[in-house]
């Protein structure tokens, strides 16, 4: 069975998000951007990727229509046995372009794709082929996004638990806000706070030092720039505090640097940025042989959301990330949403589980 064709589909679906304003740069986003790669075959099936596009998505198009389309076409579609080595080459072939961003984003579609492709030929679940579930269903977490004031971030928090999660996780920078958080959940339930990399070293072991009374799980990239492993190790030594970081860092050797520096005590590889499911498969042993946690970034609702519900399904624990948001509409139906136990379902069906709803793609397709 060979591969025919490789089309990337930019899909956008709006949401609301209440009184949060996520901004990257000086751009307010207030739709889902995705990036679905449809890898097809000469057999007539179809393996479905997925590359991260928040604020590239033309972008990332492109790099999967000049980068990874003519990589892929004809190529024989490997086993699961064989996709680690196919994506080697693949990453070799393409490393004059860089070993991070964009480029890692497009092969990580191209590997999500090829795993979906060989969960359906043999007719099983992704989290068969790569070591068997432990768990149905994973314990999600509310990802509020940006809010600043304090009371609107303590009512969206007591919003969350009212619909059944068991965890928060804010996107602040100040102390009033945590403290905000942690008032309105009460003592028993984690709360993270993630800073997308606003401080240097001493500015976040202070802040580290401040939060304390309000005992987050942990802090998630309070340190300028992300890459900055010494630094990082320095704030969760001096601050306290555990420290999470991973969404930026690309291939399980960004993350060997990461472990070694002793820069975090909890790993969020994003499978949709790291390389796909293969490299996130590397990191999780890397993590458990470092003893650090594995708590994905996953705020995404394509393919790579799919993707990380198996990843962390022959997990032991662990939860996974949800944006809280309103969404019109949702590839898969509901069947992707948080119950009322604050769980979501593991799906069952052979590779990723579900075949995204065509009629959804169409109606936000973006031309």
Sequence with gaps: MKITDVRAHHIRIPYDAGPASFRQGASAISALDMVLVEVSTDAGLTGWGDAFAYVCPKTSCTAVAE????????????????????????????????????????????????????????????????????????????????????????????????????????????????????????????????????????????????????????LEEPVWPPEDFATLAEVRREGRLNIAAGENACTVHQFRQMMTAGAVSHAQPSVIKVGGITEFLRVAVLADEFGVQVIPHSPYFGPGFLATLHLMAIRDAGLIEVFFMKRPACLWGDRIDVDANGHVAVPQGPGLGYEPDRDVMEKYRVA
């Excluded at 990453?91 to 092969?107: P, S």
């Excluded at 432990?134 to 004031?149: D, F, Q, V």
């Excluded at 945590?178 to 339930?189: F, K, L, N, S, T």
């Design 67 to 218: 980068m990874i389309a003519p990589q892929a076409r004809g190529l024989e579609v490997p086993d699961a046995a064989s996709i680690p080595a196919a994506m080697e080459q693949i990453q070799r072939n393409l490393h004059l372009f860089g070993r991070y961003g964009i480029t890692m984003f497009a092969i990580s579609a191209l590997d999500i794709a090829l795993w979906d492709l060989a969960g359906k030929v043999k007719g099983v679940p992704l989290h068969q082929l790569i070591g068997g579930a432990k768990r149905s269903t994973i314990p999600a977490y509310a990802s509020l996004m940006r809010i600043g004031n304090p009371a609107h971030i303590a009512a969206e928090c007591k919003k969350a638990i009212k619909l059944g999660y068991s965890a928060i996780k804010l996107h602040e920078t100040t102390v009033p806000a945590v403290a905000a958080a942690r008032e309105a959940i009460g003592p028993g339930v984690p709360l993270m706070v993630d800073m997308n990399c606003p401080l240097d070293g001493p500015a976040a072991i202070q802040f580290a030092r401040d939060c304390k009374q309000a005992a987050p799980l942990f």
